[in-house]
């Protein structure tokens, strides 16, 4: 899928779930660019071309992958924790997700899906706090 073999995505979903980890540890969040830099140094496979839909397309993909293996353990959706450079919020895909959980109701208004955002990011980082 998206020019990737089935060993690349699980690669990827691996070290993405792990980055994610690391940055709700901290209380973090992160951005495309940098998750796209750290999991091609990582894994050393070729890095998402966002100048290309398909590879941001690929990209929302690989996020939808970390929260499959991620939320039946959490109940949260990790991927919240990566927004756009300069934005304070998640990328469309993630609310579609989440209306395909029935975390978030079809038809949300933008302040009821920013407040479901804040939610997840503050109850990722509450999960994962370092003590």
């Known amino acids: 899928m998206y020019g990737r073999s089935d060993e690349a995505w699980d690669q990827l979903a691996s070290a993405g779930l792990k980055f994610l980890v690391e940055r709700a540890q901290l ?3 992160t951005t495309y660019t940098e998750m796209n830099s750290v999991l091609a140094r990582r894994t050393g496979l070729p890095r998402f071309d ?3 839909a398909d590879e941001r397309a690929a990209m929302g993909h ?8 991620d939320y039946p353990e959490t109940r949260l959706m990790i991927s919240a924790l ?27 208004s ?19 706090a370092r003590s």
């Open 50 to 52: 966002f100048e290309q």
């Open 62 to 69: 690989l996020l939808g992958l970390i929260v499959e293996r």
């Open 82 to 108: 990566v927004h756009y450079l300069g934005a304070n919020d998640a990328g469309p895909g993630f609310y579609t997700l989440a209306q395909q959980l029935g975390l978030l109701p079809k038809g949300s």
């Open 110 to 128: 933008a302040t009821v899906k920013l407040q479901f955002w804040i939610e997840q990011v503050n109850s990722l980082h509450k999960l994962h």
């Open 27 to 29: 209380r973090k969040v």
